[in-house]
């Protein structure tokens, strides 16, 4: 530990020395590995009894189990996903919905973007005779990484100048290396508890800022740092990829002819602040004439952070299924949710916009919420 704080120091000494050349932005940072899991649980419930007519008007809800894994190393990385939805009426069961996909990515060249990849996607719905099941195999460029660490940095910076330990803000190089540091989380947990662990890297922290921004931290503050380290519920990450390959029906979920299917798509993630979230997903699938049968996919969400425990979420999501010879259909929905943080578990009040493809008009629902982390 004391050769670690030695160098340290000496890391410190020289940022403070290096002139800042550019603000730094949460998608400088490189980590050498990305290592995300996320496990969500969340449910609404909507009544609504109109007393002009003779029955309850509306009297149903949701409840849905969302799992992302994401890893990522210079040589191979792997994604896992699975949403299962159950459907509400009167209290009683009436739909379920369950997808999950799992797909392994090779780097031809450690730390280069090109990939090759491979994967099996299951999905099930109400009124399928079976489980669909489709395996896929391409070839892609691009990579995502995992900020989280650098959005730390830059909230111990917020915390710093509202606390009037610093004036102005930190070198690009020292929140860099505050970033990494803290990108060493796994290193300093072996062996110790938490708190423990958060302690020490704390401790690191404090010296790469004392040393580069030629300050003084008080304990206070250190406890602040502390505190902002073990902090969950924020991860932030960037980059993005494009892909292409081939799919083949294991199992149709109707029982019919098992297809060869073409699949594109291309998804991105950028984080403008630590408070912030833009992520963007487009899908196309379809036969070998791809361009005059298919079915298209895209999703952009945005999340703001508003205060400490409270955040706006909003997403567009566009389906254009577009089948051989005949005009493509639309469907279109847009909703926005302000959420509150208790602990945990988060409430939220949201409003929803939907157009279906062969509707008219628009569809408004407004809604309340509860969702809680798992892991």
């Known amino acids: ?23 730094v932005g949460l998608c400088d940072y490189k980590p050498p590995q990305t290592d995300l899991t996320s496990l969500w649980l969340a449910g609404n419930y909507r009544y609504f009894n109109d007393p002009t007519t003779p029955d309850v008007d509306v009297n149903a809800g949701r409840a849905t189990l969302t799992l992302n894994k994401l890893f990522d ?15 509400l009426v009167n209290l009683g069961l009436a739909s379920i919905a369950a997808q999950g996909a799992g797909t392994a990515r090779y780097y031809f060249a450690p730390g280069e973007p090109v990939f090759g990849f491979g994967g099996l996607n299951v999905g099930y719905a109400t009124g399928q005779p079976q489980p669909g099941v489709t395996l896929s195999v391409g ?37 860099l290396a505050v970033g990494e540091e803290i990108g060493r989380w796994k290193e300093y947990a072996v062996g110790k508890t938490p708190a423990d662990a958060a302690k020490d890297l704390a ?49 149709d979920p109707y029982g019919g002819p098992q297809d060869v299917v073409v699949t594109v798509s291309a ?20 036969p070998f004439d791809i361009v005059n049968q298919h079915t298209l996919t895209v999703t952009l969400a945005y999340e703001q952070e508003l205060s400490p425990t ?53 569809s408004v629902d407004l809604s309340l919420s509860v969702s809680m982390k798992i892991l």
């Open 1 to 23: 530990m004391t050769r670690r704080i030695a160098v340290l120091t000496m890391v410190g000494v020289a940022f403070a020395a290096l002139s800042a050349a550019g603000a």
């Open 73 to 87: 190393s210079p040589g191979f990385g792997y994604s896992l996903s699975g949403l299962g939805e159950l459907g």
């Open 139 to 175: 070839a892609g460029y691009g990579r995502f990484a995992d900020v989280t660490p650098l959005a730390k940095a830059f909230r111990i910076q917020n915390l710093l100048l509202d606390r009037k330990v610093i004036t102005r803000d930190l070198p690009d190089s020292v929140l």
């Open 203 to 251: 401790a690191a922290v404090v010296i790469l800022i004392e040393q580069g921004a030629r300050v003084s931290v008080d304990p206070r503050t250190i406890l602040a740092i502390e505190d902002e380290i073990l902090a969950t519920g924020a991860e932030r990450y960037c980059g993005w990829a494009v892909q292409a390959g081939l799919g083949y029906e294991l199992v």
């Open 267 to 286: 998804d991105a993630a950028y984080a403008p602040t630590p408070g912030a979230q833009l992520l963007f997903r487009a899908l196309a699938q379809g």
């Open 310 to 362: 409270s955040a706006l979420q909003a997403n567009v999501a566009l389906q254009r299924v577009k089948p051989l010879d005949l005009d493509p259909k639309d469907s279109l929905s847009a909703n926005a949710q302000l959420t509150f943080t208790l602990g945990k578990a988060n409430l939220g009040i949201g409003l929803a916009l939907t157009k279906a493809a062969d509707a008219t008009g628009w």
